[in-house]
């Protein structure tokens, strides 16, 4: 039967399932908690059907933490059964207050009296047909141990169909002042501070349907220690009355939304009025818009800077002539060394001053801008720098920038800009994008869509914008130093400058009102340079949160993420049994061994099993970690003999109380099925780039455990590849939710430290290589998979017109006999020993790369080499095949240069063309260097595994086709659908199965059913 399609929330939902193993780890975690406040929940009820009360009542009852009162006012319901209901439920729990109004006060009146009622320092405002999540209390709580301060909590919410079906998940930013003016987007769960709210006087008479978005805006004029908790906490009940459904079913509420939102902007003193913005009108949606009017006669200074192509600088400035209605402005073109001759005819022809600033022969944005600002009129109040190839499109486009300006708070302000197929092409800025470096919020939506949640149409706040049209104030530009000429010359300049401010304490807004096009990099390139990468991520970090953009969310478009799941913080120590295959010097082995140390230190109890010995045992005992080897025979047993086996290594797991089973490579797939026997989940990385069931056949003679190999993929939590293209091999890295993708890392400063010891001239004279040589390199054990025959072919072939060369194969393994002996036999037969050498195999390779002067990869196949990333930290010049993860290590012709496998020809045109252009040379090594130095560090792997690891510990373990969603299920369950398919594979062994297939798969699956209807009731 073909599973039904699941949206990228329905996987999410699953991610984050509330089971019982989560519940008792929240119970001992509160009997941890110093502070245990008292939450009081405000429910005004009128007139709805006892079923949502009852289940509304129910998800209060269910919350794990206990410290709780409901305080329910009945609004004069005239429907009968209510006062019944409300009457049982407060009987049979002393934490239920009722009280009973005999005049209809409203939503508003009625909330005020349940905060009458209430005793609890914080207050939960809950809808009498909504659900609370059954850790929604404990999370505030939670929260509440390191922030006692919190004046206002919000979380973030989903919507419920009356027949239980959950959808439409709102994923919220971090505390948004600007934001809450454009729409109530704070919505549930909302909690304050009881004291708080009533020194505002509760809710306000006259805005009901809009009563909480009034509360909210007079609460965050009292307090700024609002806290947003990323986690859907609440369930709003989607009934036809709702203002959710659609602003029109309640039009008062909207009436409401404006006047609340027109008296917050009284309060502040902006010059604006409230209305809704004609998409709103349209999708019945309930956003505002603030009309800004009599936005003053500050004088603004429009810098462009440009070189050249008149044509872009004259249209940018002719649409702002044409176009703009405000007045008090003024242009000043930057010119950046203009050779054209129609560039300066141009420039001669216009009233507007022209600044030369060019320097040297580099382009320097930055040191452009700030040198712009400098020879600006001291009655200049405001900076508006635009780019050279944008054209207005709103003619009040400054008004809208610079109504904003009316807030002391705000640092600066970014226009909506479109491509010209008007898709947008700037929406605000998301800092961490790509691999922790920003991107343009909304990237290619149509400009005619509203995007998720309305943000790509309404003014918000975004941690920066672009100064491809932003906003500033002279005096906050001055303030934080403008922008940074020294080290982001070209790239991240603006993101940089939108930090500073924020540092400062201002805040940053997007406003959609202000549009225009913007024809990206068509007067200069796109690429960013990789020492502004650098500069960028040594000054900020490798960026992992954005405030303003929720972490359950991905991608410029807002999708919901179907790779996190919940973490839940954890006092003890995590137990973690690693399991490799061999103990050996080599690949896997030692990259387990480096994730091992990096989590043995940040505090995880560490325990490493595997079948065979080797020398990396020791290194794993001097770390303080324990080893286990353990015979473990598995090649060519029966199935029934794998499953004795399980069941005796799932016996000692269970005994040894581990957490998690973190498995490396393929071939120990069993240790899957070990986790799933003990009900604990497993994290596989798979490091092979091969086919599963090819390579499980070599290490297996049984076909049915070459299937059981291939079908332990639904088990783990996680599927970790070490790049995209590996990945690939196993399905669709961007559309399976178990799939992570974690690059190998390595450690800078090790080499780093060796470099500074050791110079390139001192080694190359210990090694005896004579002035003018040049040393080419291959790092890796000799097999044919590394292809060091193709190397010494293309060896030969450049040794023929160059004999000052020096061809280095580091890793010769006498246990490889027969291509070893190929090896030597070639480099003999060809009269080139002197010029190249077969280095035996050596953990001490970094001389090798200390002396050369090109490194080569000439492998078939790698999933993401260690080699490469230590060439690359050498600042090698490199050329490798194009093979699986080397096209993610490095951008061809940028990083290194990319040669088809098993081509010598091609390989040695390539290094011939590194040792012809010394240009060519060091600019890949520099691009290399920064390229792994910004991507492919220790410490990035190190944060990602253990992310995965924190995640996988509250996961259900898969059970072979056989799902369960809710752990609440008995031990029974999971054993007879584990036993179900140990009888399955028994028959396949003995033949049965494949013989009578369509009668086996209909006994399974009525096993199945049987044992579904079975969980169903006993959770029922």
């Given at each position: 039967?073909?599973?039904?399609?699941?949206?990228?929330?329905?996987?999410?939902?699953?991610?984050?399932?509330?089971?019982?193993?989560?519940?008792?780890?929240?119970?001992?975690?509160?009997?941890?908690?110093?502070?245990?406040?008292?939450?009081?929940?405000?429910?005004?009820?009128?007139?709805?059907?006892?079923?949502?009360?009852?289940?509304?009542?129910?998800?209060?009852?269910?919350?794990?933490?206990?410290?709780?009162?409901?305080?329910?006012?009945?609004?004069?319901?005239?429907?009968?059964?209510?006062?019944?209901?409300?009457?049982?439920?407060?009987?049979?729990?002393?934490?239920?207050?009722?009280?009973?109004?005999?005049?209809?006060?409203?939503?508003?009146?009625?909330?005020?009296?349940?905060?009458?009622?209430?005793?609890?320092?914080?207050?939960?405002?809950?809808?009498?047909?909504?659900?609370?999540?059954?850790?929604?209390?404990?999370?505030?709580?939670?929260?509440?141990?390191?922030?006692?301060?919190?004046?206002?909590?919000?979380?973030?919410?989903?919507?419920?169909?009356?027949?239980?079906?959950?959808?439409?998940?709102k994923f919220k930013p971090d505390w948004s002042p600007e934001l809450l003016l454009s729409y109530m987007y704070i919505s549930h769960l909302f909690v304050c501070r009881t004291a708080l709210v009533r020194e505002?006087?509760?809710?306000?008479?006259?805005?009901?349907?809009?009563?909480?978005?009034?509360?909210?805006?007079?609460?965050?004029?009292?307090?700024?220690?609002?806290?947003?908790?990323?986690?859907?906490?609440?369930?709003?009940?989607?009934?036809?009355?709702?203002?959710?459904?659609?602003?029109?079913?309640?039009?008062?509420?909207?009436?409401?939304?404006?006047?609340?939102?027109?008296?917050?902007?009284?309060?502040?003193?902006?010059?604006?009025?409230?209305?809704?913005?004609?998409?709103?009108?349209?999708?019945?949606?309930?956003?505002?818009?603030?009309?800004?009017?009599?936005?003053?006669?500050?004088?603004?200074?429009?810098?462009?800077?440009?070189?050249?192509?008149?044509?872009?600088?004259?249209?940018?400035?002719?649409?702002?002539?044409?176009?703009?209605?405000?007045?008090?402005?003024?242009?000043?073109?930057?010119?950046?060394?203009?050779?054209?001759?129609?560039?300066?005819?141009?420039?001669?022809?216009?009233?507007?001053?022209?600044?030369?600033?060019?320097?040297?022969?580099?382009?320097?944005?930055?040191?452009?801008?700030?040198?712009?600002?400098?020879?600006?009129?001291?009655?200049?109040?405001?900076?508006?720098?635009?780019?050279?190839?944008?054209?207005?499109?709103?003619?009040?486009?400054?008004?809208?920038?610079?109504?904003?300006?009316?807030?002391?708070?705000?640092?600066?302000?970014?226009?909506?800009?479109?491509?010209?197929?008007?898709?947008?092409?700037?929406?605000?800025?998301?800092?961490?994008?790509?691999?922790?470096?920003?991107?343009?919020?909304?990237?290619?939506?149509?400009?005619?869509?509203?995007?998720?949640?309305?943000?790509?149409?309404?003014?918000?706040?975004?941690?920066?914008?672009?100064?491809?049209?932003?906003?500033?104030?002279?005096?906050?530009?001055?303030?934080?130093?403008?922008?940074?000429?020294?080290?982001?010359?070209?790239?991240?300049?603006?993101?940089?400058?939108?930090?500073?401010?924020?540092?400062?304490?201002?805040?940053?807004?997007?406003?959609?009102?202000?549009?225009?096009?913007?024809?990206?990099?068509?007067?200069?390139?796109?690429?960013?340079?990789?020492?502004?990468?650098?500069?960028?991520?040594?000054?900020?970090?490798?960026?992992?949160?954005?405030?303003?953009?929720?972490?359950?969310?991905?991608?410029?478009?807002?999708?919901?993420?179907?790779?996190?799941?919940?973490?839940?913080?954890?006092?003890?120590?995590?137990?973690?049994?690693?399991?490799?295959?061999?103990?050996?010097?080599?690949?896997?082995?030692?990259?387990?061994?480096?994730?091992?140390?990096?989590?043995?230190?940040?505090?995880?109890?560490?325990?490493?099993?595997?079948?065979?010995?080797?020398?990396?045992?020791?290194?794993?005992?001097?770390?303080?970690?324990?080893?286990?080897?353990?015979?473990?025979?598995?090649?060519?047993?029966?199935?029934?003999?794998?499953?004795?086996?399980?069941?005796?290594?799932?016996?000692?797991?269970?005994?040894?109380?581990?957490?998690?089973?973190?498995?490396?490579?393929?071939?120990?797939?069993?240790?899957?099925?070990?986790?799933?026997?003990?009900?604990?989940?497993?994290?596989?990385?798979?490091?092979?780039?091969?086919?599963?069931?090819?390579?499980?056949?070599?290490?297996?003679?049984?076909?049915?455990?070459?299937?059981?190999?291939?079908?332990?993929?639904?088990?783990?939590?996680?599927?970790?590849?070490?790049?995209?293209?590996?990945?690939?091999?196993?399905?669709?890295?961007?559309?399976?939710?178990?799939?992570?993708?974690?690059?190998?890392?390595?450690?800078?400063?090790?080499?780093?430290?060796?470099?500074?010891?050791?110079?390139?001239?001192?080694?190359?004279?210990?090694?005896?290589?004579?002035?003018?040589?040049?040393?080419?390199?291959?790092?890796?054990?000799?097999?044919?998979?590394?292809?060091?025959?193709?190397?010494?072919?293309?060896?030969?072939?450049?040794?023929?017109?160059?004999?000052?060369?020096?061809?280095?194969?580091?890793?010769?393994?006498?246990?490889?006999?027969?291509?070893?002996?190929?090896?030597?036999?070639?480099?003999?037969?060809?009269?080139?020993?002197?010029?190249?050498?077969?280095?035996?195999?050596?953990?001490?390779?970094?001389?090798?790369?200390?002396?050369?002067?090109?490194?080569?990869?000439?492998?078939?196949?790698?999933?993401?080499?260690?080699?490469?990333?230590?060439?690359?930290?050498?600042?090698?010049?490199?050329?490798?095949?194009?093979?699986?993860?080397?096209?993610?290590?490095?951008?061809?012709?940028?990083?290194?240069?990319?040669?088809?496998?098993?081509?010598?020809?091609?390989?040695?045109?390539?290094?011939?063309?590194?040792?012809?252009?010394?240009?060519?040379?060091?600019?890949?090594?520099?691009?290399?260097?920064?390229?792994?130095?910004?991507?492919?560090?220790?410490?990035?792997?190190?944060?990602?595994?253990?992310?995965?690891?924190?995640?996988?510990?509250?996961?259900?373990?898969?059970?072979?086709?056989?799902?369960?969603?809710?752990?609440?299920?008995?031990?029974?369950?999971?054993?007879?659908?584990?036993?179900?398919?140990?009888?399955?594979?028994?028959?396949?062994?003995?033949?049965?199965?494949?013989?009578?297939?369509?009668?086996?798969?209909?006994?399974?699956?009525?096993?199945?059913?049987?044992?579904?209807?079975?969980?169903?009731?006993?959770?029922?």
């Amino acid at each position: 039967m073909k599973r039904p399609a699941l949206s990228d929330y329905d996987i999410w939902m699953n991610n984050f399932a509330f089971t019982e193993k989560k519940r008792n780890h929240v119970l001992s975690e509160i009997e941890r908690f110093s502070y245990k406040p008292l939450i009081s929940i405000a429910t005004p009820v009128y007139n709805i059907e006892d079923v949502w009360l009852e289940k509304c009542i129910q998800s209060v009852l269910a919350q794990t933490y206990a410290n709780w009162e409901l305080c329910i006012v009945d609004d004069a319901s005239t429907r009968k059964g209510i006062r019944e209901v409300l009457q049982r439920y407060s009987k049979s729990d002393s934490r239920i207050k009722t009280k009973y109004l005999t005049q209809n006060l409203h939503i508003s009146g009625a909330t005020n009296e349940a905060l009458d009622m209430a005793g609890g320092e914080f207050v939960a405002f809950l809808d009498h047909d909504d659900e609370l999540h059954p850790n929604a209390l404990y999370e505030i709580v939670n929260l509440l141990q390191s922030s006692k301060d919190a004046d206002i909590i919000y979380t973030d919410n989903d919507m419920i169909k009356t027949e239980g079906k959950r959808f439409g998940p709102k994923f919220k930013p971090d505390w948004s002042p600007e934001l809450l003016l454009s729409y109530m987007y704070i919505s549930h769960l909302f909690v304050c501070r009881t004291a708080l709210v009533r020194e505002v006087g509760g809710l306000r008479k006259g805005y009901e349907g809009s009563q909480d978005h009034d509360l909210a805006l007079r609460l965050s004029e009292m307090t700024d220690r609002i806290y947003h908790i990323p986690k859907i906490l609440y369930h709003a009940r989607l009934m036809p009355t709702s203002v959710s459904r659609s602003g029109d079913s309640k039009p008062h509420a909207i009436a409401c939304g404006i006047k609340a939102v027109q008296d917050a902007v009284i309060r502040r003193g902006f010059r604006a009025t409230v209305d809704r913005p004609d998409f709103a009108i349209k999708a019945k949606y309930g956003n505002y818009k603030l009309n800004f009017h009599d936005s003053g006669n500050e004088r603004v200074a429009i810098i462009i800077p440009t070189r050249d192509r008149v044509d872009l600088l004259k249209r940018c400035i002719d649409s702002i002539e044409a176009k703009t209605t405000y007045k008090n402005y003024e242009i000043i073109i930057v010119d950046d060394r203009s050779q054209e001759e129609a560039t300066h005819r141009y420039f001669n022809s216009i009233r507007h001053r022209v600044i030369k600033a060019g320097y040297g022969v580099e382009f320097n944005f930055s040191r452009i801008i700030n040198r712009a600002v400098r020879e600006s009129g001291d009655d200049i109040e405001y900076l508006l720098f635009l780019n050279n190839d944008t054209e207005v499109i709103t003619d009040n486009w400054i008004e809208e920038m610079l109504g904003w300006m009316q807030s002391p708070e705000i640092g600066a302000v970014g226009a909506k800009l479109l491509y010209s197929d008007n898709t947008i092409q700037h929406a605000g800025i998301i800092l961490a994008l790509h691999e922790g470096l920003p991107g343009h919020a909304f990237k290619t939506l149509p400009e005619s869509s509203i995007g998720y949640l309305s943000l790509a149409n309404v003014a918000r706040n975004s941690s920066a914008v672009t100064a491809a049209c932003m906003l500033t104030r002279r005096s906050s530009f001055e303030e934080v130093g403008g922008f940074d000429e020294e080290d982001l010359s070209e790239a991240y300049n603006d993101v940089d400058y939108c930090l500073k401010l924020r540092e400062k304490g201002y805040r940053i807004v997007f406003t959609p009102y202000a549009i225009l096009y913007h024809y990206e990099g068509r007067s200069r390139g796109r690429r960013v340079p990789v020492n502004n990468e650098h500069a960028f991520r040594k000054k900020w970090g490798n960026i992992r949160v954005d405030p303003y953009f929720n972490p359950n969310l991905e991608g410029w478009l807002f999708r919901v993420r179907k790779d996190v799941r919940e973490v839940l913080p954890v006092s003890r120590k995590i137990k973690i049994l690693l399991v490799s295959h061999n103990f050996n010097y080599e690949g896997a082995p030692l990259s387990l061994l480096s994730i091992a140390k990096g989590l043995h230190k940040d505090g995880y109890e560490i325990s490493v099993l595997s079948p065979k010995d080797g020398v990396l045992k020791d290194a794993y005992i001097e770390n303080g970690m324990e080893v286990i080897v353990r015979d473990i025979r598995l090649a060519g047993v029966s199935v029934a003999a794998f499953y004795e086996e399980i069941n005796k290594l799932a016996a000692w797991v269970s005994e040894s109380g581990f957490d998690i089973i973190f498995c490396n490579t393929l071939n120990i797939f069993y240790a899957h099925y070990v986790a799933q026997s003990c009900g604990i989940p497993s994290i596989w990385c798979i490091r092979e780039s091969a086919i599963a069931a090819s390579l499980l056949k070599r290490y297996f003679e049984n076909d049915a455990l070459v299937k059981l190999g291939i079908e332990a993929a639904e088990i783990p939590t996680h599927l970790i590849f070490v790049s995209k293209e590996t990945a690939r091999l196993f399905g669709d890295p961007e559309n399976n939710g178990a799939f992570r993708i974690i690059h190998n890392g390595i450690g800078i400063e090790e080499i780093e430290k060796y470099k500074m010891t050791y110079t390139k001239n001192r080694l190359r004279k210990e090694y005896g290589i004579p002035d003018g040589v040049r040393v080419i390199t291959l790092v890796g054990t000799t097999n044919r998979r590394k292809a060091q025959d193709v190397f010494i072919r293309s060896a030969v072939e450049l040794l023929k017109k160059d004999n000052k060369l020096l061809f280095n194969i580091v890793g010769g393994r006498e246990e490889e006999v027969e291509y070893l002996g190929m090896l030597r036999k070639m480099i003999s037969d060809a009269g080139v020993g002197k010029y190249i050498r077969i280095i035996p195999e050596t953990p001490h390779v970094f001389p090798y790369y200390r002396i050369s002067d090109i490194f080569v990869c000439a492998s078939y196949a790698e999933s993401f080499p260690r080699v490469i990333l230590e060439a690359m930290l050498f600042k090698l010049p490199i050329v490798a095949t194009k093979v699986y993860g080397i096209q993610e290590q490095i951008e061809d012709g940028i990083s290194g240069l990319l040669v088809p496998p098993g081509d010598h020809n091609i390989l040695s045109e390539k290094i011939a063309l590194l040792l012809a252009d010394e240009s060519l040379t060091l600019g890949l090594a520099e691009n290399a260097y920064y390229r792994v130095i910004n991507k492919f560090t220790y410490d990035n792997m190190m944060e990602s595994y253990k992310r995965c690891i924190n995640e996988s510990i509250f996961s259900l373990p898969n059970y072979h086709g056989f799902t369960i969603s809710d752990e609440r299920s008995p031990l029974l369950l999971k054993k007879l659908s584990y036993s179900v398919n140990q009888y399955r594979h028994a028959l396949e062994r003995d033949g049965v199965y494949e013989g009578n297939k369509k009668t086996m798969k209909k006994l399974c699956k009525k096993l199945y059913g049987l044992f579904s209807a079975c969980y169903e009731e006993d959770k029922n």
